[in-house]
Nanobody, 127 residues
Framework: QVQLVESGGGLVQAGGSLRLSCAAS????????MGWFRQAPGKEREFVAA????????LNADSVKGRFTISRDNAKNTVYLRMNSLKPEDTAVYYC????????????????????WGQGTQVTVSS
């Protein structure tokens, strides 16, 4: 099993920045891929970014390209989401999730393939 705990959310003005963290425990962290997702009120959960086991490959949703950066520190069992140039439409609960059966190549974006989830952290961007 994998336990995930997010932190770093909060209230920020448009144009500001936040860094989310997700601490993992329970299995060898470097053995699985990680992703960030978000869910706004009344909307479905959507993919934000993913990183492979080593951290050498990342994938971002089009809506956050050039603004958000996912990274991981396997020595600290932590994955990060750096969010710059935040917009009101980025307001959502942000979740980290683990992909414990990642493909050899490529990164996955569907929430259904991610098997463990954190409790979420609220990000609110004011205009």
């Amino acid at each position: 099993q994998v336990q995930l705990v997010e932190s770093g959310g909060g209230l920020v003005q448009a144009g500001g920045s936040l860094r989310l963290s997700c601490a993992a425990s329970g299995r060898t962290f470097s053995s699985y891929g990680m992703g960030w997702f978000r869910q706004a009120p009344g909307k479905e959960r959507e993919f934000v970014a993913a990183v492979n086991r080593s951290g050498g490959r990342t994938l971002n949703a089009d809506s956050v390209k050039g603004r958000f950066t996912i990274s991981r520190d396997n020595a600290k069992n932590t994955v990060y989401l750096r969010m710059n140039s935040l917009k009101p439409e980025d307001t959502a609960v942000y979740y980290c999730a683990s992909d414990t059966n990642p493909p050899m190549y490529g990164l996955r974006t569907s929430p259904s393939v991610y098997d463990y989830w954190g409790q979420g952290t609220q990000v609110t961007v004011s205009s």
